[in-house]
């Protein structure tokens, strides 16, 4: 199954990047799209929970602010979408980054103990964990590692002049929980492990509290 998730050449040299696979940018980019909004928590302090928007990607250093007609061939594995009028396909993926606002108005929102752990940890600072919940589809919620890349200041789009944080994509670390309620509050099983090559989220062995 790993194989699925980045593809190595076994002769390359020690710098050149891995490949992505382009079927689970795919699945990723249609699970956590521009535009919707999603929540957050930094080093695993699921206490610590904001809410954000993905405002762009970065595939392959190029910066794209949406995603129109997203689909992928699912033999070559080539990527293609439309943004702003502009064409793209990708035969090969070497990066894939998630971008979010650095700012949330959120922050204000946590009580004074859980602003001083977050102004502890940090929240989308450089080398920091971040695991990202999209909206629930289905009953299910995707939920996705992601390591703070680096902070710049977007020079275009919508969010032009704002600092944002670019989130490189752990993909392995996809799974999807099935959200249910247990005395008014929401619980999360697990539901599914992984991607595989059939659609994304096939059912997986029994269910682990989250």
């Given at each position: 199954m790993l194989d699925f998730f980045k593809s190595r050449n076994r002769g390359a040299g020690k710098d050149e990047k891995p490949v992505l696979d382009g079927r689970t940018v795919c699945r990723l980019m249609r699970h956590f799209p521009v535009g919707t909004k999603i929540r957050y928590y930094p080093e695993y302090c699921k206490e610590l929970l904001l809410d954000s928007v993905v405002i762009a990607y970065a595939i392959n250093d190029q910066i794209v602010y949406s995603a129109v007609n997203l689909s992928c061939d699912e033999s070559s594995a080539t990527l293609e979408f439309d943004d702003q009028g502009q064409?793209?396909?990708?035969?090969?993926?070497?990066?894939?980054?998630?971008?979010?606002?650095?700012?949330?108005?959120?922050?204000?929102?946590?009580?004074?103990?859980?602003?001083?752990?977050?102004?502890?940890?940090?929240?989308?600072?450089?080398?920091?964990?971040?695991?990202?919940?999209?909206?629930?589809?289905?009953?299910?919620?995707?939920?996705?590692?992601?390591?703070?890349?680096?902070?710049?200041?977007?020079?275009?789009?919508?969010?032009?002049?704002?600092?944002?944080?670019?989130?490189?994509?752990?993909?392995?670390?996809?799974?999807?929980?099935?959200?249910?309620?247990?005395?008014?509050?929401?619980?999360?099983?697990?539901?599914?492990?992984?991607?595989?090559?059939?659609?994304?989220?096939?059912?997986?062995?029994?269910?682990?509290?989250?």
């Open positions: 064409h793209y396909s990708f035969n090969t993926v070497t990066a894939f980054k998630i971008i979010l606002p650095v700012f949330s108005q959120s922050e204000a929102k946590l009580d004074y103990a859980k602003r001083e752990e977050l102004l502890r940890i940090g929240g989308l600072v450089k080398d920091n964990t971040i695991t990202l919940m999209a909206r629930h589809q289905n009953g299910q919620v995707p939920v996705l590692e992601t390591t703070v890349e680096k902070r710049v200041i977007l020079q275009e789009g919508f969010y032009a002049g704002q600092m944002a944080a670019f989130l490189d994509v752990d993909a392995e670390s996809l799974m999807l929980f099935r959200r249910r309620h247990q005395m008014g509050e929401p619980v999360f099983t697990r539901n599914a492990i992984g991607i595989g090559k059939g659609d994304i989220g096939a059912l997986g062995g029994g269910n682990t509290r989250d």
